[in-house]
């Protein structure tokens, strides 16, 4: 079968096709061919038996999508985006990527689906972004997506044109609203949920973090491993049991920064919790209170999805999937 | 004042530009001008002081939206949209109106914005179409958007980029999902929602009327009265009070076709009542189980908007602005 990968030179996109290259099939069915599309051009899974394919495409440019389509894929992962800050930033952009791109993929399905019969699975890659306070302490299934942000807002859309394309039978969409990804890899950014990450992955790298927050902040996470979990069980479940709502809040862990600390601590002791340093910042701060504190994903996990318990389970998968299974220091 | 009116041809349209031009006022103050744009072009209000413009436009051809928003109205009510049915048997005619000419409308405004400040009152006609099954018995103002046809998407969608565009400054948005609206003036026409209106209007004007459902299906209901009356106050309201969450279930009135009927008897007599014929029809039957029973639109009341609190009011209110006050027969 082939693979398509939009947004493949992200970090969720490297893991993806990482994991499909290690493990080349999906729903009993051998994955002969993977497709690897960014904006710039993605590197080829290391090991993979069968064919890559790795292109620069600019999915909002005339023609991408249609170009894309036309491979005929029979999985499509949608993983492409400007993040939160830069389609805050960028109104026109946001829109262009997040919103037109999306769309366009979606109708250029539908026109390839008008030539032959043609009807991939395409999972596509929310977030709980798309919720904004005032909420309740626990997010249910059925509580409305009033957006905060432009991001928030595209994804929204994107969301309901899944949907209605899936509805309409032109594709087999299942969105995935994807909690805060923790320990995300890599060098600490000024993302505002930067310090999530920062003060497990720095001090288990004898490195020292800033935390800008009070202890009691609390938070929605899931690892990077559980976000390649879902995204497979995505590819793999049986339609007929998602219904109508095409888009799924996924699985995380509901944990204070403090519970974070603790976890740190039993997992790698307390001299790397001393690398902890606290610079209280109230602009950060102030962002972070309006955030999801915790879902009730009971869709996603009656459905198989499945994500971390504890934060010494999130750092542990760090160390094996990061550091080669060694604290560091 | 100047005042745009997209969708001015429209029942709704048509009743809102009479009722301005017989109150020319809104907030205070006065309308000058009237600016009615539809797909054909729409009939001046009678008896209108001010200024009436009547003009034939498509507000998704290229140009148009922009043409609207360099008159720089103060308000504009954004009415028009091809139906439910419509957008469901012709998929790209319904996104064509009902999405991108909404959104080219919202963009012209913004693009005016840049030019010089410019920050109109946007009225946007949503629907509790936004709204698909399953759902609890009283939808609350915190239930997730998950619409079951095409036309709810688009709907669900132009409530998603209002708010984005409010939050963002570029417009002062606020949408309204209005209830079914009955008792609707004119003939019977073939929606599927038509009997509602069908069983009290014809009879009213003594003629026979045809109901294809069992006397315990309920729905949400409010008078074209009721409707304005949203609309005008939707024009006035401090956009203080309505934060970031821009769109409102209007308030209405939850009843059962039996509950009509007995209305109708109060109101007209056994008479009335005996020109109903029951013809089941089960294509009607299973479309109408998907829709809406009943909504606690605590939201909208909190901020004056009022609806109908019996049949008996619905009806009378037909009565009176449709009959001449005199039931026929």
């Known amino acids: 079968m082939h693979v398509m990968i939009i947004g493949a030179a992200g970090m969720i996109g490297r893991k993806l096709a990482g994991h499909l290259a290690a493990n080349p099939h999906l729903g009993g069915r051998d994955i002969g061919l ?7 051009r993605p590197e080829p899974p290391a090991g993979f038996k ?3 394919t790795c292109l620069a495409a600019d999915l909002a440019a005339p023609g991408a999508a249609a170009a894309c389509a036309a491979k005929r894929p029979d999985i499509i992962f949608h993983l492409a985006a400007v993040v ?16 037109d791109a ?15 019969p043609y009807r991939p699975r395409l999972v596509f890659a929310s977030s709980i972004a798309v919720f904004g306070a005032p909420f309740p302490d626990v997010i249910g299934d059925d509580f ?13 859309i994107a969301e309901l044109l899944l949907a209605d394309y899936s509805r309409r039978g032109f594709l087999e969409g299942i969105g995935l609203r994807l909690p805060t990804i923790c320990i995300r890899p890599g060098r600490p950014n000024k993302a505002a949920s930067g310090f999530f990450s920062n003060i497990l992955r720095e001090p288990l790298a004898g490195q020292e973090a800033v935390l800008p927050v009070g202890e009691d902040v609390r938070h929605w996470h899931a690892s ?12 793999t479940i049986d339609p007929e049991l998602l219904g109508a709502r095409r888009s799924l809040t996924m699985p995380g862990l509901s944990a204070t920064v403090g519970e974070q600390i603790e976890a740190l601590r039993r997992v790698a002791g307390d001299k790397a919790v001393r690398l902890i340093r606290r610079v209280p910042d109230p602009a950060i701060a102030a962002i972070v209170a309006g955030w999801p504190r915790a879902f009730d994903a009971r869709r996603a996990l009656s459905l198989g999805f499945s994500a971390e318990s504890s ?15 060694r604290i560091g220091a």
């Open 34 to 40: 993977l497709s690897l599309i960014d904006i710039a």
């Open 50 to 52: 069968g064919e890559a």
């Open 84 to 99: 939160s800050g830069e389609a805050e930033a960028d109104f026109e952009k946001g829109y262009r990527t997040n919103l």
């Open 102 to 116: 999306t769309r366009a993929l979606f109708e250029a399905v539908r026109a390839e689906g008008q030539k032959a």
């Open 144 to 156: 409305l997506a009033a957006p905060l942000t432009s991001y928030g807002t595209q994804k929204a």
């Open 224 to 235: 990077p491993r559980a976000a390649i979990g879902f995204l497979v069980r995505a590819a």
């Open 311 to 325: 934060f010494d389970e999130i750092i542990r998968a760090h160390i094996e999937d990061e550091l080669g299974g």
